[in-house]
C-alpha cells in the first residue's frame, strides 16, 4: 500500500493511492499518526481497500501533498551512515550510529517550499530513506525482531543549514531544525511494496544538475540494526521517523563548497518511493 496525506497544510487528511489515483480515506480513520500505527492500522486499511476501494472518494486534482504521515513524536537521524558519504566528509566510518534529532515542526510535505533562514550562510541538501515505526519498541531483543517494527518506507529531505550545524556550538540540531526542513513523502511504502531495501537508487539534483547519486547498499547500519540499537536506549512510539542518512553528493562535501540560495529548485527520489521537487525561497 502506498499511503499519503493532502489538503492544506495543518488540515491534512489520510489518503491512498490505488492505480495512480489518490483516493480520500478520512471517512474511516482520523490520520496516519500513532493510533493508527499502533492499533493495527494497517491491516485494517488494507481490508478495506480489499473489500471496496471503488467506493472511497477520489481526491480533488491539484490538492496539496503533505508530509506521508502525521507529525511524529520524534525525527531521529542518522548521521555519517553512509560508507562513502563518510569518505567524502574526511571522517572515519562510526562504530556505533551517530545520532541527532529533528525538530517535529519541520515537518512538511514534498512539493512545499521550503524557506532559506534568514540567518543562513550555507543551506544543504541530503536525500535520505525514511523509515516509519510500525509498533512501540523498546528493548527488542534482535534485528531480526525489529523488521516487525517497521511500517513502511518514504523520501525523506535532510535540509540542513551547516554554518548553525557546524561553527554555531552546541549540537547537530541547531542545523537541522529550521522551519520546513524535514520534507516528508510524497507516499508511505508499506514494507510489503519493497522487496529489498539495502538496494535502492537514490538521486538528488539542483536545478537540474546531478548533485547526489547512491545506493543503500553503501549503508553502514541497516534500517533494521538501527531500529533494534535505538530501541536499547530509548523507546520508538509507533509513527516516529527516523531517517537513516545521505549518500555522497552534498553541498559541503564539493570543492569548493556550494550552498542553496533563493530560487533554487531541489528534486530528489528513492527506488520505489517516488520524488519530491522543491522550490528554495
Known amino acids: 500500500m502506498k499511503l499519503i496525506r493532502f489538503g492544506d497544510k495543518g488540515q491534512e487528511k489520510p489518503g491512498v493511492i490505488i492505480e495512480g489515483v489518490r483516493k480520500d480515506c478520512s471517512a474511516h480513520f482520523e490520520d496516519w499518526n500513532h493510533d493508527f500505527f499502533q492499533h493495527d492500522g494497517l491491516a485494517k486499511l488494507k481490508s478495506l481497500i480489499e473489500s471496496g ?9 491539484g490538492t496539496r501533498w503533505g508530509a506521508s504521515v502525521a507529525r511524529p513524536g520524534m525525527i531521529m537521524c542518522i548521521g555519517l551512515n553512509y560508507s562513502d558519504h563518510a569518505k567524502e566528509s574526511g571522517m572515519e566510518p562510526p562504530s556505533e550510529p551517530v545520532l541527532f534529532m529533528k525538530a517535529t515542526n519541520t515537518l512538511s510535505g514534498p512539493y512545499d517550499e521550503v524557506p532559506i533562514p534568514k540567518l543562513s550562510e550555507k543551506t544543504d541538501w541530503e536525500v535520505e530513506l525514511g523509515l516509519v515505526i510500525g509498533k512501540d519498541a523498546s528493548y527488542l531483543p534482535s534485528k531480526e525482531a525489529a523488521k516487525d517494527y517497521i511500517a513502511g518506507y518514504c523520501v525523506v529531505h535532510d535540509v540542513s543549514e551547516r554554518h548553525f550545524q557546524l561553527e554555531r556550538g552546541g549540537q547537530w540540531v541547531k542545523g537541522k531544525s529550521c522551519p520546513g526542513f524535514s520534507p516528508v513523502g510524497p507516499y508511505l511504502s508499506t514494507v510489503d511494496e519493497i522487496s529489498d531495501v539495502m538496494n535502492l537508487n537514490m538521486t538528488l539534483s539542483v536545478n537540474g544538475e546531478a548533485r547526489q547519486n547512491g545506493n543503500t547498499k553503501t549503508m553502514i547500519f541497516d534500517p533494521f540494526h538501527l ?8 523507546l520508538l512510539e509507533a ?3 527516523i531517517s537513516t542518512g545521505t549518500p555522497p553528493g552534498v553541498g559541503l562535501g564539493m570543492k569548493p563548497p556550494v550552498f542553496l540560495k533563493a530560487g533554487d529548485v531541489v528534486e530528489l527520489g528513492v527506488d520505489g518511493l517516488g520524488t ?6
Open 53 to 61: 476501494a471503488d467506493s472511497l472518494p477520489t481526491v480533488p486534482e
Open 227 to 234: 531500529v533494534h540499537y535505538l530501541s536499547q536506549f530509548m
Open 239 to 241: 509513527g516516529d521517523i
Open 276 to 281: 519530491q521537487k522543491q522550490t528554495f525561497v
